[in-house]
């Protein structure tokens, strides 16, 4: 026999079994962001190199090591498979002047690429859904943005699951500052630091606070903080969004430690992080960026987004038992005999023109494997016809859960079928 080919590790397939969990969770993003005046954007998966390297930053972790980076040999050109959304959105958004004077709520969902150590809640395809709202200088769009994703949770029954943390990074100049005076922290105790720390020491100190690291924790505690160097502008801006939430009732705890790691956050950030997914904890994160999209060549406009790991928020569903136990149908129509195939397929068509889910039988089988089928399919409801029921131009109606069945004049069916499944 030949050898099977396998997947590429650490990219999933996702099997009928599963992809109807994936369409439900989905569809409660559609529906949340259609709700909340959200447009889909949808950008190519490979984007030039440089685009990335620029926006995310040359010193982070995804940069550094986690791109897929290839060679395009019919040019020559440096291609990488994207590893968020946030660069491609705004590449977009810049190349077709989407911000002539205007601004705007832009979201998209779909695999994205990093070459990480495949384990649960991290893999190298996984799939993000992001919003950026673009052309807003907040903090009333900051509130928006985390008040929706505050209802996400609530629509799919996880609020009591994931906790907000916020922090803000303040300005560019602010920023500097307290990275000077952190660095000078960091440069006295270089002897506690761990290999990471060390090498991020002069480039990227920030992230050295966001270890993972248990034993670096005093030693992060202790570090100067960010709010500490925070102007009037960057206060207020913060104090704003805060008093939002507050008045929105929804809870936060303030993390100074909270960094993201990605360069090109500036002033509000948070995560949504649950402790029922072990170390893989962040279900989303975003924040602002109000200097990338100049940095990429646009006209200066504020910015602030999220993404969501698609895969953390169903393992999060499903470890709350959240999810559908089968795509459900409504129907599934059983026949046998003479001149059914055509009977039974004009009665599908006529309930499925009346808003009702059929699965119709195809193939041989006795009424008997056909029955046990409907069964196995979920159907709330089989609709039967035999050649008593062709013959007299009827049907029968058999709710599976329960109740008489009936047999009726094929007019009747859509509604009695409608009756069965409200009960
Ligand atoms: P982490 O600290 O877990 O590596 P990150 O800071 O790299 O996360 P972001 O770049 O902010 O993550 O991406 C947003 C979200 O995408 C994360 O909060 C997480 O839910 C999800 N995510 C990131 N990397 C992966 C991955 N390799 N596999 C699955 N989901 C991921
Ligand atoms: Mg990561």
Redesign the pocket.
């Known amino acids: 026999m030949t050898q099977k080919i396998q997947a590429v590790r650490g990219m999933n397939d996702v099997l009928p079994s599963e992809s109807f969990r994936w369409e439900y969770f989905e569809g409660v993003l559609r529906a949340l962001l259609a709700d909340y005046g959200y447009h889909n954007i949808r950008t190519p998966i490979v984007e030039s190199t440089p685009l990335f390297v620029r926006s995310i930053g040359e010193v982070t972790d995804i940069v550094e090591k986690e791109m897929y980076t290839f060679t395009d040999s019919l040019n020559g050109d440096s291609l990488t498979l994207r590893p968020?959304g946030t660069a491609g959105t705004l590449r977009a958004v810049v190349e077709h002047n989407l911000l002539y004077n205007t601004t705007q709520r832009l979201w998209y969902m779909g695999p994205m690429f990093?070459h990480?150590r495949p384990q649960k809640?991290?893999?190298r395809q996984?799939h993000?859904m992001g919003v950026e709202a673009l052309g807003f200088a907040g903090p009333d769009i900051d509130a928006e943005i985390v008040a929706m994703t505050a209802d996400l949770w609530r629509r799919l029954g996880i609020d009591q699951s994931v906790a907000l943390e916020i922090n803000t990074l303040g300005n560019s100049n602010e920023r500097a500052a307290h990275r000077e005076a952190l660095i000078r922290y960091l440069e006295q105790h270089a002897e506690c630091l761990d290999e990471d720390g060390k090498r991020r020491l002069y480039t990227n100190p920030l992230r050295v606070l966001d270890t993972k690291n248990p034993a670096l924790q005093a030693l992060c505690n202790a570090a100067p903080r960010l709010i500490d160097y925070l102007g009037e502008a960057s206060r207020a801006h913060y104090e704003g969004w805060k008093a939002l939430l507050d008045g929105l009732g929804i809870a936060y705890t303030e993390n100074p430690r909270l960094v993201?790691?990605?360069d090109y956050y500036n002033q509000s950030v948070f995560e949504w992080v649950t402790t029922d997914l072990g170390a893989?904890g962040?279900?989303?994160?975003g924040g602002r960026y109000d200097g990338l999209i100049e940095q990429l060549g646009g006209k200066p406009a504020p910015g602030i987004g999220f993404?969501?790991?698609l895969?953390?928020v169903l393992l999060l569903l499903e470890a709350k038992g959240r999810l559908p136990e089968t795509q459900g149908t409504d129907v599934y129509l059983v026949h046998q005999g003479e001149g059914s195939v055509l009977y039974s397929m004009r009665l599908a068509q006529a309930l499925r023109t009346a808003g009702i889910r059929v699965v119709m039988h195809c193939g041989e089988g006795s009424f008997k494997s056909q029955m046990r089928k409907a069964d196995a399919s979920g159907a709330a409801v089989a609709v039967i016809v035999g050649e008593d029921e062709i013959r007299t131009g009827t049907a029968v109606v058999k709710p599976l859960r329960g109740g008489d069945q009936e047999q009726m004049d094929l007019v009747r069916v859509p509604e009695a079928v409608q009756r069965a499944l409200a009960d």
């Open positions: 968020e990093r990480e809640g991290r893999y996984f993000q993201r790691g990605l893989q962040t279900v989303c994160a993404g969501m790991g895969e953390r």
